[in-house]
Every structure is written in C-alpha cells, then in structure tokens.
C-alpha cells in the first residue's frame, strides 16, 4: 500500500537558518504530493503541492521538487521565521483513491531567537 | 467564522459512554472526512463521505459510526468509548478529487 516517511522530529533551528525537512514515498501509480502544515492547536492547512514529477511547489517561502526518481519531496526553506514553528506533515494521494491522503507522522519545528 | 467547525473542542469522557462529535461546513462541499491523530503516528482516516448517501470506511473504522445528515453535516461518533480512543479528531472537507483538504480546529477527546 501507499506509505510517506519523514523525517523525525524535532528540529530546533535558529532564526534565519536553512531548513531541510525529508519526505519520501511509495505509491503505486504515480501520486500527488503535499505538505500540511499545523500551528499550535489549529487545524492542518495545505502549504503546497506537486501534482507531477518534476513539478516545484512553493508557498510562504518554502518549496518542494518532485522527485520521482528517488521517490521524494523533501521541503526546504532558506531562512526560517519564528512564525515558522509548527508541525510539517507530509501526504499523497492516488488517482482512483478518492483524494484520500496518506500522511506521514509528522515533523515539528521549533525556531528560536 | 471558520468554515469548518467541529463541536466540542475538547471533551472527557469516561469507558462506556457513547460521544458524539461534530462536524459542519459552510464550503459547500460534497467530500468529507474524519482523521485521528496520534503522536508518532500521523493522520489516520476513519470514515468518508462523498454524499448524504455515500458513507465509507477508512484504515481504522472500528469501534467508530458515521452519519451525514446533510451535505454540510457529518457527525463521528464513538458507541462505546475506550481509552485508546483518547486522540486528537479532525474533520475535513474537499471540493474536489485533488487531495486539498480544509480542516476544522479538532476536537480532542480524552477517555477516562
């Protein structure tokens, strides 16, 4: 069946630093893929998505390439904000599956002054 | 107002009772659906809905019902509740086959 794995979590970064948080995935067909992100009691929102291989999502500052040759999404920032501490949850989905996601468990960051 | 809304936000509860939570839109959309998440182990979807007369089974329905009382409503609800049932519930709403979902706050529910 369908699976995402991430990294674990969590990462503690100063403000400013890079940001690199790995995603891979199998899938059966070829999937769709995003990032969730969740703030402190809030609800999961979409970051961004890549709907084909090679396709580079972005949003808010962060970005994530397809990558289907070694089955990732990984998501990067250049510089990171204390706004940016939260829960990063990778997740696809398949054609036919209804739009059904799969999720991974979920990465928490944490963005000290 | 937020166009998800789950009721209650947080609930105790104690083995045995039956509960029941919530869910309403304002997205106008048709697909609906319940998760579950526990630390470590991401989201896991407990029932579907793509209509008032189309209800499904996710990876981990058991111990869990559904009823969607109309397209706006979509209500999970736990027969007899046990502690490994205490989590954190979303729901959330799709207008599409995409896979962008809309999510409600969640409503955290602690069996005593």
């Known amino acids: 069946g369908d699976s995402v794995t991430q990294m674990e979590g969590p990462v503690t970064l100063s403000e400013e630093a890079c940001l690199t948080i790995?995603?891979?995935?199998?899938?059966?067909?070829?999937?769709?893929l995003f990032w969730y992100v969740q703030y402190p009691g809030e609800g999961l929102q979409l970051l961004l998505k890549?709907?084909?291989?090679?396709d580079k999502g972005s949003n808010k500052g962060f970005e994530a390439t397809y990558r289907k040759e070694t089955t990732s999404f990984h998501l990067e920032k250049g510089s990171v904000q204390v706004s940016d501490s939260a829960v990063y949850f990778c997740?696809?989905?398949?054609?036919?599956?209804?739009?059904?996601?799969?999720f991974g468990t979920g990465t928490r960051l944490q963005v000290t002054l | 107002d937020a166009d998800v809304t789950q009721t209650p936000r947080n609930r105790i509860t104690k083995t045995g009772k039956r509960i029941m939570l919530e869910c309403s839109q304002t997205?106008?959309?048709?697909?609906m659906y319940w998760y579950r998440q526990d630390p470590g182990l991401g989201l896991r979807l407990i029932y579907y809905?793509?209509?008032?007369?189309?209800?499904n089974k996710g990876e981990i329905s058991d111990g869990y019902s559904v009823s969607r009382q109309a397209q706006a409503k979509f209500s999970l609800s736990l027969e007899s509740a046990i502690p490994n049932q205490t989590a954190l519930y979303f729901c959330?709403?799709?207008?599409?086959?995409?896979?962008?979902?809309?999510f409600g706050e969640g409503s955290r529910l602690t069996v005593l």
């Open positions: 890549a709907t084909k291989a090679d």
């Open positions: 997740a696809l989905t398949t054609r036919g599956t209804a739009s059904k996601l799969t």
């Open positions: 809905s793509f209509d008032v007369k189309d209800i």
């Open positions: 790995n995603c891979t995935y199998t899938a059966t067909g070829y999937p769709s």
């Open positions: 997205k106008g959309h048709d697909r």
């Open positions: 959330a709403t799709s207008g599409d086959g995409s896979g962008e979902l809309f």
